[in-house]
């Protein structure tokens, strides 16, 4: 059976030893058995059979792969090559661009590292929805069976959007459904060059605040002449792309791209303290990720004062894999073509 989907750029994301590839076929029956164990939390009405089971991959998965825009996408998510969980995006809305999330782990695995591979899994699969897919939201609709799926999912960002009371009967009682969300908002991303001046003193004064400047590599105060010195040179410079972002007109942060060597650049970011803390740092982030491929970056690189704390659970979370570290910096690096 083919399994690569015709919708998406890039079919697998990996994340350390863990990875989330196309649904596999090989994985249907263990899928089968940790549904059953799990059924209590899943829209499903009774045990299914390996018949079942069969009917479904042949007659519903099959037909995913070569849809430009099936209604669902699935993964088996492994660690090493063993599939340890399977889920995707579901009641995917092409038009409104949002999508269910679903995920279920080895039951066995539920007790001790629940929120561990909710955390994998989603960092993969935000890829795969803002990067690829390009989508504008994606959430979870759960019932309030599990406590701990709540914790793991707001610790990635997602937000309590809804409850609905009572809307489901288990076990002689009705219990909520909670629709949690991650929306990935649109920024505007401005060239440095195209900036006015008053714009220009604005990413100054960012820059130079002490909070800032104490992570940077040279963390000296720049001068507004030598700024704006460092912009007039921008423009003849084929190898440094700077760039502001702006949510709604505010300065959320600054973006800068340094070719190394062929498709590979070297990023540096700052996030505006006024949003640190709210998860919007790594939706911007996303969005220019999703659109640098197309000027031949393949690959970014990022190194990170090894104090920097704060930073580098950052880049963990964004899904940044570590390369190397020194006495300094831990050097990470994210593909964007997965090559
Ligand atoms: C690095 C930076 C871009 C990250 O943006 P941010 O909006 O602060 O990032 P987030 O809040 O989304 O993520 C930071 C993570 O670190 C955690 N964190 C914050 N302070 C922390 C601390 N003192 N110790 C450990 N973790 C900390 C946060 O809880 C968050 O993780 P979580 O989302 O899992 O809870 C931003 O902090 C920044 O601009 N810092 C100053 C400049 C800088 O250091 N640039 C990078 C140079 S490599």
Not at 15 to 42: A, C, T
Not at 85 to 102: F, K, P, Q
Request: hydrophobic share 35%.
């Amino acid at each position: 059976m083919n399994t690569i989907y015709k919708c998406l750029r890039q079919q697998e994301r990996q994340l350390g030893n863990y990875s989330i590839v196309p649904l596999r076929y090989e994985d249907r029956f263990l899928i089968m058995k940790w549904r059953n164990e799990q059924i209590y939390h899943l829209r499903q009405a009774r045990p299914l059979t390996e018949e079942d089971q069969q009917r479904y991959f042949d007659n519903i998965v099959s037909k995913l792969y070569d849809n430009p825009q099936p209604d669902q996408i699935l993964f088996s998510y492994l660690e090493k090559d063993i599939c340890i969980g399977y889920g995707g995006l579901v009641h995917i809305n092409w038009i409104d661009r949002n999508a269910e999330i679903s995920f279920i782990m080895d039951t066995s695995l539920e007790a001790e590292h629940f929120a561990e591979h909710w955390s994998n899994y989603l960092t993969m699969l935000k890829a795969v929805a803002f990067d690829d897919l390009r989508l504008h939201k994606i959430y979870t609709y759960a019932f309030d069976l599990r406590p701990f799926l709540y914790t793991a999912l707001e610790a990635n960002g997602f937000v309590r959007e809804a409850t609905l009371k009572e809307h489901c009967y288990f076990e002689g009682k009705y219990k909520n459904v909670i629709l949690h969300s991650f929306i990935n908002h649109q920024y505007d991303i401005v060239n440095y060059v195209d900036c006015s001046l008053d714009q220009q003193k604005e990413i100054l004064d960012l820059r130079n605040l002490d909070c800032v400047r104490v992570w940077m590599v040279n963390p000296d105060v720049i001068s507004e002449a030598s700024h704006l010195q460092f912009v007039e040179n921008l423009k003849e410079d084929k190898n440094r792309l700077y760039y502001a972002v702006y949510r709604n007109g505010v300065l959320v942060g600054t973006y800068n791209l340094t070719k190394e060597k062929d498709s590979v650049w070297e990023r540096g970011i700052i996030a505006n303290p006024a949003i640190q803390g709210t998860g919007e740092t790594e939706k911007w982030e996303r969005q220019i990720l999703s659109r640098i491929s197309c000027l031949g970056i393949d690959r970014v690189t990022a190194k990170v004062k090894q104090d920097n704390i704060r930073s580098i659970r950052y880049h963990e979370k964004v899904g940044y894999k570590e390369l190397a570290k020194d006495k300094e910096y831990v050097y990470y690096q994210y593909n964007l073509n997965g090559k």
